[in-house]
């Protein structure tokens, strides 16, 4: 007896398992005496229904777990869809990579004034040419080419006759770059250029000089001596102008219409 209860338990929990049991909607109801199951029609007699059945699902603890992954947005129907300009956010361009080498130029460093000069500033290298010179420098070019061989009075009485000439300034012009020109030094081989200077020390000494006469003006014992020539040689022009002095082997004048042109 108890053999046989339990194999009807196993009977039913296996047939539960396996999906065996089917549940049915059952609608009994006594027609001529009879009892009928399995069917379903209302009072006024229209036909039976399709018998409702419930499937159970086994549950199988082993099985692996599977999510089901929600629908889009583009899925849903009027949702926004992610390639909409709206929601498409603008990032910024990539800045450009570093360079790898920086060249960046300076600017030359301003020559020192005359008075810094004479207070010991260091003295500029020579120009390769007298192209955008300052009257400084065309007074140290101008005493290094003609006197730099001759004392220091008589490299000063070079730098004086330029700017006596720079003082008549209808004649000659403004400034001292202007007579440093080939008319008036023979030392110049066009308009801005020169021999090379090689020697340091003289052009120290020149630029020294020019920084004193810069300062001073023309020198008094000269009485305006605005024309020299070297005692190798005697000029035509020479006669028509007043001697003033000689100084080393240089021959200085004045010349009577330089106070006309004033």
């Given at each position: ?24 909607q059952?609608?009994?109801?006594v ?23 419930l ?56 020559p020192p ?44 009485a ?18 001292a770059?202007d ?7 023979s030392?110049m ?12 020390e ?13 300062l001073q ?18 000029p ?17 004048y004045a ?8």
């Open positions: 007896m108890i053999r046989a209860f339990l194999a009807m338990a196993f009977t039913v929990v296996a047939a539960w398992q396996s999906s065996g049991l089917v549940f049915t059952a609608d009994e109801r027609t001529g005496g009879q009892a009928q199951l399995g069917t379903n029609s209302d009072a006024r007699g229209t036909a039976p229904a399709e018998p409702l059945a499937a159970a699902t086994p549950y199988d603890p082993w099985a692996p777990l599977v999510v089901q992954p929600a629908p889009l947005a583009q899925d849903t129907p009027g949702a926004p869809s992610p390639q909409d300009p709206a929601l498409v956010l603008r990032g910024s361009q990539m800045p450009l990579p570093r360079p790898t080498g920086v060249v960046t130029t300076r600017p030359h460093p301003r004034s005359a008075a810094q000069i004479l207070d010991g500033a260091r003295i500029p290298a020579p120009p390769a040419s007298l192209q955008n010179a300052s009257d400084l420098t065309c007074i140290a070019v101008a005493i290094y080419h003609e006197a730099r061989d001759q004392t220091d009075l008589g490299q000063r070079v730098a004086s006759v330029i700017l006596q000439r720079a003082a008549v300034p209808h004649r000659w012009g403004r400034t770059c007579s440093v020109v080939p008319v008036q030094f030392f081989t066009s308009r801005y250029d020169y021999p090379p200077i090689k020697d340091m003289s052009w120290k000494k020149a630029v020294q000089f020019a920084a004193e006469a810069f003006g023309p020198m008094r014992e000269l009485r305006g001596a605005d024309h020299y020539h070297t005692t190798a040689v005697s035509d022009w020479a006669p028509r102008m007043i001697r003033v002095r000689v100084i080393d082997d240089h021959v200085f010349d009577p219409r330089s106070r006309l042109s004033l």
